[in-house]
């Protein structure tokens, strides 16, 4: 299968606009693609039910078009850590029935090019035993990792990095978001940036997102390359 799953350096490093962007890029390859956010808290209430601003951007996305159900089942109000969520709601999250879920969309839907998004980092929790590495670990996926470019991600890069392959799994690749423009305003201190996580994330970079003050996929596409995945 050609799927991947998407996961972060910390909350708001850039996941989906790099998720979008690069579902955007195989897209226009004519490749049919499948963006899927199983678990989201942090959605709006609207006349078809609760609806993620993320998930909808990974909808968006998908070609052939797909129900928001089956893009993401899993959505909670509050904008909070997910598992916070779930209790609250008086649902808890488990790693085997989101497994579950998954895997029935991925043998319904086929598609030539598939991301699944995670929630925040890597060791984000689904519960007081199970966190979101479990999916990834449960599905054998090649990990894409997004590196919120700002102070002190180097070292949440590096760390995240471990943890991928410390659960045994291939991190095919790296993508970094400009999160701060203050850390890409010295060009040369920037470039060295990314030449250290380049040097020591050992995997291929996907791209490298400028700060966009209205992002979206169409734009974030022009930053990213498929070619290495």
């Not at 209430?45 to 909808?59: E, H, I, K, V, Y």
């Not at 209790?87 to 085997?96: D, I, M, R």
């Not at 400009?178 to 250290?196: C, G, K, L, S, W």
Request: negative net charge; charged residues 15%.
């Amino acid at each position: 299968m050609n799927v991947w799953f998407v996961t972060g350096t910390d909350t708001d490093a850039g996941k989906t606009l790099v998720t979008s962007g690069l579902l955007y890029a195989a897209k226009h390859q004519q490749l049919s693609t499948l963006g899927l956010k199983p678990i989201a808290s942090g959605s709006q209430a609207t006349p078809n039910g609760l609806r993620n601003s993320d998930a909808l951007a990974l909808q968006q996305q998908s070609v052939p078009p797909i129900d928001y159900a089956m893009v993401n089942p899993i959505a909670f109000a509050p904008a909070i850590a997910p598992h916070l969520a779930a209790l609250e709601a008086g649902q808890p999250l488990n790693a085997s029935t989101i497994i579950h879920l998954l895997r029935e969309t991925l043998t319904q839907t086929p598609r030539d090019f598939t991301l699944i998004e995670g929630a925040g980092g890597w060791r984000v929790p689904l519960n007081e035993q199970e966190d979101f590495a479990d999916l990834a670990i449960a599905l054998e996926l090649p990990v894409i990792l997004v590196v919120g470019l700002k102070l002190g991600c180097l070292n949440h890069a590096r760390l995240t990095a471990e943890a991928i392959r410390a659960d045994g799994l291939q991190l095919a690749g790296w993508a970094g978001s400009v999160v701060d423009p203050a850390f890409a305003a010295d060009a040369e201190r920037f470039e060295a940036n990314i030449a250290h996580l380049n040097a020591k994330l050992e995997t291929p970079c996907l791209g490298i997102i400028p700060h966009i003050d209205a992002p979206d996929a169409a734009t974030a596409h022009r930053y990213l390359s498929l070619e290495s995945l």
